[in-house]
């Protein structure tokens, strides 16, 4: 498997734009499927990721036609007429599961089995189905296939726990079902407004995202769009990162303050001063402090997403610093890696307490999962010597280009086929 070279020290200074954001684009990809109409969908700043790619490869299988001229899209859906997902294209990735929505809206069936892509701990999809169920959907598990079918109605759903996935899928599930559904306890995340806009461009009517009650009226059909993707806010924060741990200088041009408030306020915990002008973020480097505790939570608290790539950073700030992990409580593959590379983080239950240092030193590392990945890119670019990060596979899900994307700021990395 392919894998980055990076030769550390360098300080990174210039500005950049940030790709569409992944946890938007996948469940707006999926949503292009309660299309019916010969309408065409034109999807703008489509990052080109390992996840995007499964997503297509998913949509093709089921009669989407698609074709892409750089980061624009032009999605012909009103030919899809299969609505079983086949095991080798499920397993790809675990977004897979928001089909599971929109083909029981359009077509009142749907087959696929368990997803996969769950190196971050145990990933049920309970809520998910409950909600389902309690649109009027039956659901059958046989052989780790789940076919859901029936009519969906409209109905007051309560979430046990705000999760992303079962709101964006309950939202996809209900834009098409009879009557209106509310769903309380909804993950308050960015991109689920994401999804609201473009549902809502197809001719939708979903209200609420960003906030705890989301209702979407149902409605008989919907047609094509035109529609931008917000900026990957995880991919800006660990450009940021970067700049944090280099003693640099850098501006994310197009970020949203808004998605970003959290670690921005970290920063200054830090002793850091982001500057924000507009829809730029600039971010400059300086010697950083620990941050006594970090608790990852739903928007608008840490996201988890951010929580290896910030882990770098702690491991180079002055001090003692603590991460609690609520979302994801095993999510800390990229420790031993880190510690590795010289940090020095020792890990207690779903809390890790990590000693800063002076110094990381180059070596060998593992990328075990996507944002596992970036904690170790980061590192590489503040450690002195050599650093190759292998199995970089993973990292490609989510960022795309990032060797590229940091060597224009002045890094050194080079991404080899294998050492
Ligand atoms: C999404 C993001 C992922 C991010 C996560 C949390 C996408 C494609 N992925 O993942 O990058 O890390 O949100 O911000 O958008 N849970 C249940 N039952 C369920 C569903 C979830 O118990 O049916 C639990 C999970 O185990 C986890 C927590 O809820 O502890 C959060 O998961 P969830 O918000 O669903 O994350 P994902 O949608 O999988």
């Known amino acids: 498997m392919a894998g980055y070279l990076i030769q550390g ?171 209106v559904t509310i769903i309380q306890n909804a993950a308050r995340e960015p991109e689920i407004e994401d999804l609201q806009n473009f549902l809502n461009k197809m001719g939708a009517a979903v209200e609420g995202a960003g906030s705890h009650t989301i209702t979407i009226k149902g409605v008989h059909e919907l047609g094509g769009a035109s529609y931008k993707v917000y900026p990957d806010r995880i991919a800006a924060g660990t450009y940021l990162i970067a700049a944090a741990i280099t003693g640099g200088q850098v501006t994310l041009l197009d970020a949203y303050p808004e998605h970003l408030q959290s670690l921005l306020q970290l920063f200054v915990q830090a ?27 739903p928007f608008p608290g840490f996201p988890t997403d951010l929580q290896p790539p910030l882990m770098t950073m702690l491991a180079l700030c002055h001090g003692v610093s603590r991460v609690v992990e609520k979302v994801f409580p095993e999510r800390f593959h990229h420790v031993p890696q880190l510690n590795k590379i010289g940090a020095r983080i020792s890990l207690r239950g779903n809390t890790a307490t990590i000693h800063g240092v002076r110094r990381l030193y180059g070596v060998t590392v593992r990328a075990t999962d996507l944002r596992a990945g970036a904690a170790l890119v980061l590192a590489g670019l503040a450690a002195r010597g050599e650093t190759y990060v292998s199995d970089i596979k993973h990292i490609e899900r989510g960022y795309e280009n990032i060797h590229l994307a940091l060597n224009s700021l002045g890094a050194r990395i080079e991404r080899v086929a294998s050492t």
Do not use: W
């Open 271 to 297: 002793g850091l001063e982001p500057k924000i002008d507009g829809h730029s973020i600039t971010l400059e480097g300086k010697p950083l402090k620990a941050v006594p505790e970090v608790v990852t939570e």
């Open 9 to 179: 020290g360098r300080t990174l200074r210039g500005k950049i734009t940030v790709h569409g954001a992944k946890n938007s684009v996948l469940p707006i990809l999926a949503a292009s499927l309660l299309n019916r109409s010969p309408e065409p969908i034109r999807l703008e700043g489509v990052p080109d990721l390992y996840d995007v790619r499964a997503m297509l490869s998913i949509l093709a299988n089921l009669g989407v036609q698609s074709t892409s001229q750089g980061s624009d899209i032009v999605l012909r859906t009103d030919q899809a007429d299969c609505y079983h997902v086949p095991e080798f294209l499920m397993r790809e990735m675990r977004s897979s599961i928001f089909l599971l929505g929109p083909l029981l809206g359009r077509f009142g069936k749907a087959s696929v089995c368990y997803p996969g892509g769950c190196a971050i701990g145990k990933r049920p999809i309970d809520l998910h189905l409950s909600g389902l169920q309690a649109l009027g959907a039956i659901i059958e598990e046989k052989d780790g296939y789940i076919h859901a079918r029936g009519k969906l109605r409209g109905a007051t759903i309560t979430l046990a726990y705000p999760s992303v996935g079962a709101t964006e899928n309950l939202i996809l599930a209900a834009v098409l079902a009879r009557g």
